[in-house]
């Protein structure tokens, strides 16, 4: 799929058939993370594949806004240094670590962002760093409308040279 076609038809997704991911899909996933552009190179990501059924289902009991994780094949779990821009440099990460998955045809969704410190003792991450995120990532359960969003038109969120000024 090419870049814009990932980005048009990127859905949420939170049903999961029970088929794993395939290792080299979970690595390019995780790659497209590491290689994402951060402020001033500094790379304040750390990512925690977690592929073990028991965890998972740990996973989904704990995140409050993401009981589905508990069906996911992996999850790819992401903290961040304390640092400035690290929330915003992940958030690059996650996202395009979103998109790698939907190209290969692995459904995921953001889950988290707060109440997730459970999840950092679960994970022995250390209280030095902040979880930020839980990307479950599964084969979608059923076939999702790919590309039918509802999102405002464009003409209602850009604008050419001038705010207010039509961008269409």
Known sequence: M?????????LAIRQYQSKLVPAATL???VESGRLTGS???????HFVVVEDRATLQKLGALARTGAHVAQAAAAVVVAVDKTPFAVSDAS???????????ADGVGSNWVGFGGLEEVKTL????AKL??????????PARVVGRGKKDR???????????YGQPFA
């Open 2 to 10: 090419d870049t814009f076609d990932t980005i048009r038809t990127l």
């Open 152 to 162: 405002k038109p464009i003409g209602a969120v850009a604008h050419r040279e001038r």
């Open 92 to 102: 690059r990460a996650i996202q395009s670590m979103l998109l790698a998955a939907w």
């Open 130 to 139: 902040d979880l930020l995120a839980i990307l479950p990532l599964g084969y």
């Open 27 to 29: 690595r390019r996933v």
């Open 123 to 126: 994970l022995g991450i250390p």
């Open 39 to 45: 402020a001033k190179n500094l790379q304040p990501w």
